[in-house]
């Protein structure tokens, strides 16, 4: 009988890793060019190459749904029951090197949603709905608000693992009559 293996305690490349991957999934080889759906470009509804680009991009919308929503789920419920069950005194991000991942993740998924919300955008201004239905308009809100629940995510677990480690750095001891001596010792060699 083999031995039972302790489970990997969490750590900063763990934390870092899953930030890094998030973003990482959401970039899919042979994504579609959206800049013909850019606002102030007309697009004609009738043409045909213009419907294929609607279906191609509505396709894409829903395989970039389907990779990422996965992975988030699984990825993200084990790192919070991770950080949540952590050992008071442990320090889980030493270096800042996951939340700063973390950070990054949630700035890519904000530039992601204002991306979604300029293509939605210049579809309906085109008319797109009308001429082909809501379909691309549901793929592109389902994504939307995926993109938004995992900005909401690393925001709140970078938080908790700020506040896991102030909790378990250590502390001094000093107090400062005033914020200028709080400054100057922080300043001092």
């Given at each position: 009988m083999g031995a039972a293996s302790a489970s990997p305690t969490l750590n900063s490349d763990a934390i870092r890793n899953v930030g890094q991957v998030l973003p990482w999934l959401d970039r899919l080889p042979g994504q579609p060019?959206?800049?013909?759906f850019t606002p102030g470009d007309s697009i004609d509804i009738r043409d045909r190459d213009t419907r294929e680009a609607v279906a191609v991009l509505e396709r894409h919308l829903r395989k970039r749904q389907?990779?990422?929503n996965g992975a988030f789920s699984a990825m993200t419920e084990k790192l919070w029951a991770e950080v949540e069950?952590?050992?008071p005194g442990t320090v889980l991000d030493p270096e800042g090197s996951g939340v700063q991942a973390l950070e990054e993740a949630e700035e890519y998924f904000r530039t992601e949603c204002d991306e979604l919300r300029t293509i939605r955008k210049a579809l309906d201004r085109s008319g797109v709905r009308s001429?082909?239905?809501a379909s691309?308009?549901?793929a592109l809100?389902?994504?939307n608000r995926l993109f938004f629940d995992i900005v909401q995510w690393c925001q709140e677990i970078r938080w908790l693992v700020m506040i896991h480690d102030g909790v378990a750095s250590p502390v001094t001891?000093?107090?400062y009559k005033s914020g200028a001596k709080l400054v100057s010792s922080l300043t001092d060699s």
């Open positions: 060019d959206v800049t013909r389907d990779s990422v069950s952590a050992m001429a082909y239905g691309v308009f549901d809100e389902r994504l001891g000093k107090t």
